[in-house]
């Protein structure tokens, strides 16, 4: 879900004023995944050619006559998109950060026995789970995995191998 600025310019627009470097300003305070909601007095179709050729989808929603409601949002890039059919929504979410080792480790290994080979699992940890990896190339299984934010919760996301699969390097 893309996080919304609101930035509304229509009375500027109605005042006879030209708010582009406002909203062009705007644009680029952007963090990474943001995006606005414009409002505006007209269908502003020149500003969405621009900010389409910055990497901006928009979907435009007429409210009234002189009331625009235009949400930009970041497209998804290539390598996003091949990235997200590269691995696929996880078909299990595991929270085990209360576990004490070796449990964490044991619990996920067992959930990739049962899973097929391409499915994705999720799991929260709260540490990096470095005998955990060892296991996972042992056994043919993909993963990435980082510390979230507070640097004190490991994510990690394995893709289930089957041994055969692994075996015919697929």
């Given at each position: 879900m893309v996080k919304l600025r609101e930035l509304d310019v229509r009375q500027i627009l109605r005042d006879g004023g030209m708010p582009f470097q406002l909203i062009m300003d705007t644009f680029a305070s952007l963090q990474?995944?943001?995006g606005v909601r414009l409002h505006a007095i007209f269908e502003p179709k020149p500003l969405m050619r621009q900010l389409a050729d910055?990497?901006?989808e928009h979907t435009a929603r007429r409210l009234a006559d002189d009331d625009w409601e235009i949400d930009f949002?970041?497209?998804?890039t290539q390598e996003k998109a091949e990235l997200e059919a590269l691995w696929p929504e996880p078909v299990w979410n595991l929270d085990l950060t209360d576990l004490p080792p070796p449990e964490p480790m044991?619990?996920?290994l067992a959930r990739l026995e049962m899973?097929?080979?391409g499915e994705v699992m999720f799991a929260?940890?709260?540490r990096e789970p470095v005998f955990l990896l060892n296991e996972l190339k042992e056994r043919g299984h993909e993963w990435v995995?980082?510390?979230d934010e507070t640097g004190?919760?490991?994510?990690i996301m394995i893709r289930a191998t089957t041994s055969e699969s692994a075996r015919a390097g697929t």
């Amino acid at each position: 879900m893309v996080k919304l600025r609101e930035l509304d310019v229509r009375q500027i627009l109605r005042d006879g004023g030209m708010p582009f470097q406002l909203i062009m300003d705007t644009f680029a305070s952007l963090q990474p995944g943001e995006g606005v909601r414009l409002h505006a007095i007209f269908e502003p179709k020149p500003l969405m050619r621009q900010l389409a050729d910055r990497g901006f989808e928009h979907t435009a929603r007429r409210l009234a006559d002189d009331d625009w409601e235009i949400d930009f949002v970041p497209a998804p890039t290539q390598e996003k998109a091949e990235l997200e059919a590269l691995w696929p929504e996880p078909v299990w979410n595991l929270d085990l950060t209360d576990l004490p080792p070796p449990e964490p480790m044991e619990r996920i290994l067992a959930r990739l026995e049962m899973m097929e080979s391409g499915e994705v699992m999720f799991a929260l940890l709260n540490r990096e789970p470095v005998f955990l990896l060892n296991e996972l190339k042992e056994r043919g299984h993909e993963w990435v995995g980082n510390f979230d934010e507070t640097g004190k919760v490991y994510r990690i996301m394995i893709r289930a191998t089957t041994s055969e699969s692994a075996r015919a390097g697929t």
